[in-house]
């Protein structure tokens, strides 16, 4: 038996016999995953940038090369999931410009190249430079090369520097809430598809890659900070929980809203609704993503909250709250990942005539397989390691003893 | 010729006409024939104008039997993959009982007809509805493709260039009735065409052609005479999810409620 007819056997009430099978799969869950990753590091870097959010200080260049190496991976999944991945370069040559998925192109390009590595290397030119001027062989030339031949490090240079890198984050910002709004709205604007179909889906990917960014932060510059045995900058980590707590407020107030706004309505599909969240997500949605994934953390970072830590009202050891800090990080992941998952999947999981839900039986090996997507869920924290080695982001590698 | 010529001619009888009115009258007969042979062979090789055409299609609901032959008909005209979870079009049936309960199915798309209902006791109502594409006037899957390899042609069918198509499926999610799948050996879309490459020849789509109680009419909404004018002339029709707001070209007559 193939695994459609196994899937044929669980379906339940009635599905439009081609709706027996799936079509966007796990990498489809992984592409708005990892953009969302992507938007929600930047814009934690553009705190610090724009709105000099200074105690974040230490998280800036973590933050800018973490966005770089998820970008860099970002299309992978969907490349990957094409029927014909060799026509791809069509969407660039001869675009729908109807189509929201045709801009996908170009937003990307835009983010990357005018946005991203611009940003990057206006930020190490001048590290680049002096790094350059003290090293060896492979690095000395790697160094130099990524100068791109600037290497002028008068004040006014330097200014210049300054000012370019300001500008392009403060051109950044909407740029990123276009990336993933974007991607949000690919979903948002399929009137087909009552799961989908909403104006507040950009919004809601937005803030919920925010909160993703942030709190994938928080555990990578822990981690890389405890891995250099450095010690751990708890004015920043407390920040890193005050933005994430807020973020996780506002995201979780939209959910909340966009919830109510169709429990109210009961629109005709509300019935099939209520079965797919009580039933085949109840785990993914109710457990991991509502429970799990955003009560608990709310909880655990509310408590930690500066709110309350200034009034003597909950004091812990910086350990224990690093690790609470840490633990609601990890579990706020796994929700994003679920929400991802819930939209994507839970889409599909009905029928469109509102009558039955079918199955998504997850492939193990093969192109769009759990072995696949993990490999592209671990790729950018590769390329990330990578990115380090080559611009290292923490404070010691910015002191230039023999320059100054 | 004016008509006391052919007054003068008319009584003449057979024997008197001279070798010269015999020449005469051949010449005429291979004229006439030939101006008959080269208006027909004009006509043959007068280029299809899709401009002319508006296809679509008529459905009366009331007149499907469930015998399932038109799924069988379309997956060997357009050699849809027999495997049962491909369909250009399917059959439903749809069983309501006292309680307004409904049940739904299409065993294989209907392509073998239905098994009998276990029992007619408390049922309120049956009736069969046949599925194909709505061939919309405002297609969703057409906006959406980002290559443009879905499109509405002049003639008013939406078709896929399977050599342009990038199998990225978001037709295949945008299109609210169900009626395109990802086809397994090309790995690009697949919906029904109207059987274009039969309607352009005047022919009806394979759908139609085997129908054994005419449920479904085909025609062009730009001529006025066509069986499909006089089908939405004469029957209240209406479209599937109208609300969706993407004008279906398949109009059904005698449609339920349940019907989605």
Not at chain 1, 59 to 72: F, G, K, N
Not at chain 1, 180 to 201: C, D, E, Q, R, T
Not at chain 2, 136 to 148: I, K, M, T
Not at chain 2, 152 to 161: M, Y
Request: net charge neutral; proline share 6%.
């Amino acid at each position: 038996m193939g695994p459609l007819e196994e899937v044929l056997r669980q379906v339940v009430g009635f599905v439009y016999p081609n709706e027996v099978e799936l079509h966007w799969g796990l990498l489809i869950v992984v592409y708005p995953y990892v953009t969302g990753l992507v938007a929600g590091a930047f814009i934690l870097a553009s705190l610090v940038r724009v709105f000099n959010v200074r105690e974040l200080h230490p998280t800036y260049r973590l933050s800018l090369l973490t966005a770089l190496a998820y970008l860099i991976v970002a299309p992978l999944p969907l490349l990957t999931h094409l029927g014909h991945p060799e026509r791809s370069f069509e969407i660039f040559i001869t675009p729908n410009l109807n189509s929201a998925m045709a801009m996908f192109g170009f937003v990307y390009a835009w983010y990357l190249m005018v946005v991203l590595l611009l940003e990057i290397w206006f930020d190490y030119r001048k590290d680049l430079v002096l790094w350059s001027q003290h090293e060896r062989r492979l690095r000395r030339w790697l160094h130099r090369a990524l100068t791109l031949g600037a290497t002028d490090l008068s004040p006014r240079a330097l200014h210049f520097d300054q000012s370019a890198g300001r500008f392009i984050t403060i051109i950044g910002i909407p740029s990123a809430f276009l990336l993933h709004g974007y991607v949000g709205f690919i979903f948002g604007s399929v009137k087909a598809n009552p799961w989908w179909s909403s104006v507040l889906m950009p919004i809601v990917f937005l803030f919920s890659a925010i909160v993703s960014g942030i709190a994938l932060l928080l555990v990578l510059y822990l981690l890389g900070t405890l891995l250099r045995s450095k010690p751990v900058d708890m004015i920043c980590m407390d920040k890193l929980a005050m933005f994430l707590f807020y973020a996780l407020v506002l995201d979780f107030s939209l959910e909340l809203l966009d919830f109510i706004h169709r429990l109210y309505e009961a629109e005709e599909s509300i019935h099939i609704l209520s079965e797919l969240v009580s039933g085949r997500l109840f785990l993914s949605l109710v457990v991991l993503q509502a429970l799990l994934g955003t009560l608990l953390p709310l909880l655990l970072l509310g408590l930690l909250s500066p709110a309350l830590r200034s009034r003597g009202l909950v004091t812990l050891p910086d350990e224990l709250r690093r690790l609470l800090y840490v633990g609601s990080a990890v579990l706020i992941q796994i929700g994003i990942f679920s929400t991802r998952w819930n939209v994507v999947i839970g889409g599909q999981l009905f029928s469109k005539s509102l009558r039955g839900l079918t199955v998504y039986k997850m492939q193990l090996l093969g192109p769009e397989g759990l072995f696949v997507a993990s490999l592209l869920l671990l790729l950018p924290l590769l390329l990330l390691l990578v990115l380090i080695a080559v611009l290292p982001p923490w404070p010691e590698a910015e002191e230039h003893p023999a320059a100054a | 010729m004016n008509e006391s010529d052919v007054n003068t001619q008319a009584p003449l009888d057979g024997k008197e006409i001279s070798e010269e009115r015999r020449a005469f009258l051949r010449s005429c007969a291979l004229a006439a024939s030939t101006l008959l042979f080269v208006g027909q062979g004009e006509a043959a090789e007068a280029p299809y104008n899709p401009r002319e055409h508006n296809y679509a299609m008529g459905v009366d609901v009331d007149r499907c039997i469930g015998c399932g032959r038109c799924v069988e008909a379309c997956k060997a005209e357009n050699d849809v993959p027999r495997e049962p979870f491909y369909f250009r079009t399917w059959v439903e049936r749809y069983m309501v009982n006292v309680r307004g309960e409904t049940v739904v199915d299409s065993p294989q798309g209907g392509i073998a007809g239905f098994p009998t209902a276990a029992s007619e006791k408390g049922m309120l109502r049956t009736f069969f509805v046949p599925k194909l594409c709505n061939q919309c006037a405002n297609p969703p899957c057409v906006q959406v493709c980002p290559v443009g390899a879905t499109f509405s042609t002049e003639d008013g069918v939406v078709l896929v260039d399977s050599d342009y198509c990038i199998g990225c499926r978001y037709c295949i999610q945008a299109c609210p009735y169900g009626a395109r799948y990802l086809d397994p050996r090309t790995h690009t879309a697949d919906k029904c065409t109207f059987c274009y490459h039969r309607v352009v020849k005047s022919l009806l789509p394979a759908c139609v052609e085997v129908c054994p109680t005419g449920a479904r009419v085909f025609g062009d909404l730009r001529q006025r005479s066509s069986p499909l004018a006089r089908f939405t002339r004469l029957t209240k029709i209406q479209a599937l999810k109208p609300h969706l707001n993407t004008e279906p070209k398949v109009y059904y007559a005698n449609l339920d409620g349940e019907v989605r």
